[in-house]
């Protein structure tokens, strides 16, 4: 097992390199150094004004040196100023004085640069928005997986009931339904002061404020609780669940199909019994792959949810810096999605080993 998962970190670690790379490649093509420029600078620049201003920063260095100098394994760009106090480079700022000027800043040196959008560093812009998504990709893995996982055998138990049609329409449903398509309707059934169910429940007097949830999650990025998260949790849930609840379905009915199961019920064994000794556990197993498959999905996929219910989380943040050319953030919101793929891989693969029993490796 050690040695699996030391052949896994490497092909990860080369993987991770070379996407890392594709994106920087991407990110640093001159289009986008231009627009950056003139955003930085001025719109009316000429074309030797920004060559001069990337040629200062080390954006036109070949995208190899950039790449090194980004990742910290070569030493920063320096541009000499007509005095000492007006140099300055990658790794410091004009004025710095000459002893306290480090010679590499990169990823390895825990130094993810500056962000041009939010003015501040690029890693506590990171984690702070990788955070509130961490809150909220939690809330919706716990609501999501059980959900998926009891909809799922409930209908592969008996393939073909009523059961199984019933709770296979409802998956395919929600699978079906985008994101913004079952958020507005919850927002105009659940949190609207007008329309809906809050309009009846306060007339009622079931519920004191105006509505029965709020339609926005700004503040739950401070205080998260039941009324201003739920919405942009079930919205999410709904959708990853159907995918979940019909792999595991699938999976279901082919192993109450097996020999084993049958030669069980033949014997007189208990139906519960069969379930939930001998079936469950081979039917998680490829339900499990899809789970681990979903967290990447949250990340990033959660972008429309995100605007819809004004939360300023990881994917709010990826398209605040791809629509202002952010490139530092950019680049690092990258690097975290390719990381969390490849672990999320990780996990999946070494779980799938011990909840497959027929698998062994040497």
Known sequence: MGLFILRRLGVM??????LTFIVFWLTNLYPNLEKLAKTQGNFRMSDEAVASYLEDRGYLQPTV???????????????TGETPDETFGRCFAAGTPAEDRPTRCGILQGDWGFSTVFKEPVGETVLTRLALTGKLMFWVLMLMVPSALIVGVLAGMREGSKLDRSLSTFSIATTATPEYVSGVIFIAVLASSRFGLSPLL?????????????GSATSAMKDANFWNFFLPVLTISLYGMGYIARMTRASMTEVMTAQYIRTARLKGVKFSEIVLKHALRNALIAPFTVI?????WLLNGVVIVETLFNYKGFGWLLVQAAANNDIELLLAVSVVSVIV???TQLISDIGYVFLNPRIRIS
């Open 13 to 18: 670690l080369l993987t991770a390199l070379c």
């Open 65 to 79: 040196d950039k790449f090194g100098e980004w990742l910290g394994v070569l030493p920063g760009w320096v541009t």
């Open 202 to 214: 306060a007339e009622w007097g079931w519920i004191d404020s105006k509505t029965l949830f709020l």
């Open 292 to 296: 681990m498959l979903q967290i990447p």
């Open 341 to 343: 793929v490849l672990v």
